[in-house]
């Protein structure tokens, strides 16, 4: 079996409104991908596409890369050997984290609709049936954001994520405020997304103690692991790495250094699923636990979060998929719905959904 072809579609879907502390967004954008072999099997797969300030990566240049550079260097390969082809495009595209996503995903997709699986079973099967969810909410004023929180709750989710800013006073605020409002039973997190300083983060959390928050995510940049440290043995609730995990050999330095408590794990960070696997497995070696996290994934890339999140062993809380409350769209046929606090793990060949290609045409950047 040898792959025949790549093709790939531009698409963006609305956000409602949604800033962190790189940036602000209107829209979720990826590019949808398409592998085709020669016996007429198509696996999809999906490249984060909507945040170029922290990836470095635009719409432009992925669909551009994986057309023009990924592409003449993979077809002709077995797409059964997953491990092969994300090699090859390691030695020849640096970095570009996303562009290999979508890549991956897609494979894994094929993968598992030509022996008829799902895709966890071709990442050691499943611990559980349900993932939990968590949404993040955006920054801006306290009342919007308390008001955004109430949202989420009513659409069946109680864990919370606040985004931080680098107005720390303010942050203090907002904390208080959404706490205030959702009450005391909701799990509270905060993600300043490293616009912090290690100094201001501990005077924060210090300051916030009374919020009961249950994890403070990567306050300051990614390369100050010693100052990571120095926050976790300070404060009172686990600390969580995000900028500073992208490969194995960070969850090792990660551990090292001891400046977390758990992992967030993104897959278009980790270049998709098989990747983020031996980032796993190294954290679970380490006794450092993951979940799955958001990059408002508007398609198929949230269904392989929920995929990867049933496969692992250690997931002590909600994995994140911020895009159910503040994406205003998807591309599926049956967009994913929340029970419970839940999404279930579909059952289907692959990633078990299908594309609905009229919304896909609605929602398709020419």
Not at 20 to 47: C, N, P, Q
Not at 156 to 166: A, Y
Request: with cysteine; hydrophobic share 40%.
């Amino acid at each position: 079996m040898k792959i025949t072809k790549i093709e790939t579609i531009a698409y963006g879907i609305p956000v409602k409104g949604f800033a962190d502390a790189y940036t602000s967004f209107v829209r979720s954008d990826a590019i949808l991908i398409k592998i085709y072999t020669d016996d007429g099997h198509v696996g999809i797969g999906e490249a984060c596409a909507w945040e170029p300030e922290f990836y470095g990566e635009t719409r432009e240049s992925i669909e551009s890369t994986i057309l023009n550079y990924a592409a003449p260097k993979i077809i002709g390969e077995d797409p059964f050997n997953i491990g092969r082809i994300m090699m090859i495009l390691d030695q020849n595209l640096a970095r570009i984290t996303c562009v290999k996503e979508g890549i991956d995903l897609a494979l894994h997709d094929l993968l598992g609709k030509i022996l008829n699986v799902p895709v966890y079973k071709l990442l050691g099967g499943k611990f559980r049936d349900k993932v939990p969810v968590g949404s993040e909410i955006g920054i801006n004023t306290p009342k919007a954001m308390a008001d955004n929180a109430l949202r989420v709750l009513k659409e069946g989710i109680s864990v919370i994520k606040i985004k931080g800013s680098d107005d720390m006073k303010l942050d203090v605020e907002r904390i208080k405020t959404v706490r205030a409002a959702v009450g005391d039973d909701v799990e509270l997190r905060l993600d300043p997304n490293a616009a912090w300083d290690t100094i201001g983060s501990i005077r924060v959390m210090r300051a916030v103690e009374d919020c009961n928050l249950q994890l403070l995510e990567q306050p300051i940049p990614n390369w100050d692991l010693k100052g990571m440290a120095h926050i976790r043995s300070n404060i009172g609730v686990p600390l969580m790495a995000d900028e500073s995990i992208w490969t194995p050999q960070d969850a090792v330095k990660i551990h090292d250094y001891g400046a977390a408590d758990l992992l967030n794990l993104k897959i278009a960070k980790t270049c998709g699923l098989h990747l983020g696997k031996k980032v796993e497995a190294v954290a679970e070696a380490l006794g450092l636990p993951c979940i799955a996290g958001t990059e408002l994934e508007p398609g198929i890339s949230s269904v392989a979060k929920i995929h990867i999140a049933a496969s692992m062993k250690i997931h002590p809380i909600a994995s994140e998929f911020t895009e159910l409350t503040q994406v205003d769209g998807s591309v599926l046929k049956q967009p994913l719905k929340v029970v419970d606090g839940c999404l279930a793990v579909p059952e289907g060949p692959g990633f078990g959904v299908e594309i609905d290609e009229d919304a896909l045409e609605e929602y398709r950047i020419k």
